[in-house]
């Protein structure tokens, strides 16, 4: 695999300025050029929309829940599926609960939302219902959702997430069980998600094949200009 696909990360809202950690300036790469070869102008781009499209299923959610929910993108990286065992940002190196399904239409590939068992039944209980694994699975597609139809309005084209399932298992390894090349892209953020006083921490992952980076950069600079 080519060494410049590795990965960046671009973290924090409030920030005007990216975080570099000590491996990543060991290897040479500076703020004007990341492995993944994304720019920090892209990349502080690519958290915008990543916030934008985390805040489109809000109101449905809080709809769901009976109370106002927010989405935070805390922290944005895009790694290299073969290397994200060692950089990849995940919530845990143990189980979690996550919803995994299809993202198809313009930009065909994976999407799923990972929380800590614990924070993913105190989410569905706050949606109410007689089963909180039902519960969990429609909260977070409906998350899921959002961010893909915030990216087809991107890529003007129709994207949509379907066939959600549970998934209970390290997020390492269902990412590998999707049977993806090595190669492929893995847009990974942290998220807050604050509803009624309670305060949960979950980590999307999409990952895509390498030729979509460039569209995806591409629409999000004619965007801005």
């Given at each position: 695999?080519?060494?410049?696909?590795?990965?960046?990360?671009?973290?924090?809202?409030?920030?005007?300025?990216?975080?570099?950690?000590?491996?990543?300036?060991r290897s040479g790469y500076g703020p004007e050029m990341t492995p993944l070869k994304i720019?920090?102008?892209?990349?502080?781009?690519?958290?915008?929309?990543?916030?934008?499209?985390?805040?489109?299923?809000?109101e449905a959610l809080g709809e769901m829940t009976g109370c106002?929910?927010?989405?935070?993108?805390?922290?944005?990286?895009?790694?290299?599926?073969?290397?994200?065992?060692e950089r990849g940002l995940c919530l845990s190196d143990d189980l979690v609960a996550a919803v995994m399904g299809r993202l198809e239409g313009r930009m065909p590939g994976t999407m799923c939302l990972a929380l800590e068992p614990e924070d993913a039944l105190l989410w569905a209980r706050l949606a109410g219902g007689e089963d909180p694994l039902d519960a969990f699975v429609s909260l977070s597609s409906t998350l899921l959702e959002g961010v893909s139809r915030g990216l087809g309005e991107l890529l003007d084209g129709d994207a949509r997430f379907e066939g959600a399932r549970l998934v209970e298992e390290p997020e390492l390894a269902m990412l590998v069980k999707t049977h993806a090349p090595s190669d492929t892209i893995v847009f990974s953020t942290r998220l807050r998600i604050d509803a009624r006083d309670e305060i949960l921490t979950a980590v999307s992952h999409m990952l895509v094949e390498p030729k979509y980076l460039a569209q995806v950069l591409s629409a999000l600079s004619a965007a801005h200009h």
């Open positions: 695999m080519d060494d410049s696909l590795r990965v960046h990360r671009w973290g924090g809202p409030e920030e005007t300025r990216p975080r570099f950690d000590r491996a990543t300036e720019s920090t102008e892209q990349m502080i781009a690519l958290h915008g929309f990543f916030a934008d499209a985390a805040a489109v299923g809000e106002e929910t927010e989405i935070e993108v805390q922290e944005i990286r895009a790694t290299a599926l073969a290397e994200f065992g």
